[in-house]
């Protein structure tokens, strides 16, 4: 079974520096899509930014870009130029690219210093 | 991006009874929706894949007695909690995928529904 893990439970970083949040995944799949989340109090998932794993190039949307690194099934995230705004939990997710249902990590609570 | 609705938001009942959520793909026809839990600060986790027109599949050590969920038409699947005990408290999120844009395109999330058992 595939497995996402988010080793960071809580980070904090200072507006406008930028912060980096973790995550790893196992799998057996070569194909498959990894994706971050936001969470915030209103508990609406946003989606954030997708990579699909054929791709080497890493994705990036405006202020968020991540690190793909498939060898080492380590997928993280780096926020620039931190808002107020991006305060929330960050959950990171998995799914094969046949399979429906996405896998989730236990999640990183952001936390933006004013 | 495309629309999912989940009605109610949040939702009381007593223990021993039963409560229907609503997930509505609004501008779009989802074949696939999806049912998750969410703990209190805890992740988010699959409980089964609705299909419109055949029976869900459930994420093993989901019951699907008491989590019944009904995909009648493109745009609605339902979950029903029965007999729902105090812990069945928590946060239900449906998501659905858009069929039109590509299968391997994210899957969108409705707003969720808190529920309470009392």
């Known amino acids: 079974a595939q497995t996402v893990t988010q080793s960071q439970p809580e980070m904090s970083v200072q507006e406008a520096e930028t912060v980096t949040l973790s995550c790893t995944y196992d799998?057996?799949?070569?194909?498959?899509?990894l994706f971050w989340y936001k969470q915030p109090p209103s508990r609406q998932m946003i989606l954030v930014i997708r990579?699909?794993?054929?791709?080497?190039q890493n994705a990036t949307e405006n202020r968020f870009s991540v690190n793909f690194q498939k060898a080492a099934k380590s997928f993280s995230l780096k926020i620039s130029d931190s808002q107020l705004g991006d305060a929330a939990m960050y959950f990171c997710?998995?799914?094969?690219?046949?399979?429906?249902?996405?896998?989730f990590g236990k999640g990183t609570h952001l936390i933006i210093q004013p | 991006g495309a629309v999912v609705s989940q009605h109610p938001s949040w939702v009381i009942c007593k223990s021993g009874t039963s409560v229907k959520i609503e997930c509505r793909s609004l501008?779009?026809?989802?074949?696939?929706m999806f049912w998750y839990r969410q703990f209190p600060k805890q992740s988010l986790m699959l409980m089964a894949t609705?299909?419109?027109?055949?029976?869900?599949?459930?994420e093993q050590g989901v019951e699907k007695d008491k989590f019944l969920i009904n995909h009648a038409s493109l745009t609605l699947s339902t979950l029903t909690v029965t007999s729902a005990h105090p812990e069945d408290s928590s946060f239900y999120i449906c998501?659905?995928?858009?069929?039109?844009?590509?299968?391997?395109?994210?899957?969108?999330f409705g707003q969720g529904t808190r529920l309470t058992v009392v």
């Open positions: 998501s659905a995928r858009d069929p039109w844009t590509g299968v391997n395109t994210e899957a969108f």
């Open positions: 799998t057996s799949e070569s194909d498959y899509y």
């Open positions: 990579q699909e794993a054929y791709k080497q």
């Open positions: 997710a998995y799914r094969t690219r046949g399979a429906d249902g996405l896998t």
């Open positions: 501008d779009f026809q989802a074949t696939t």
């Open positions: 609705s299909n419109e027109g055949s029976k869900a599949t459930y």
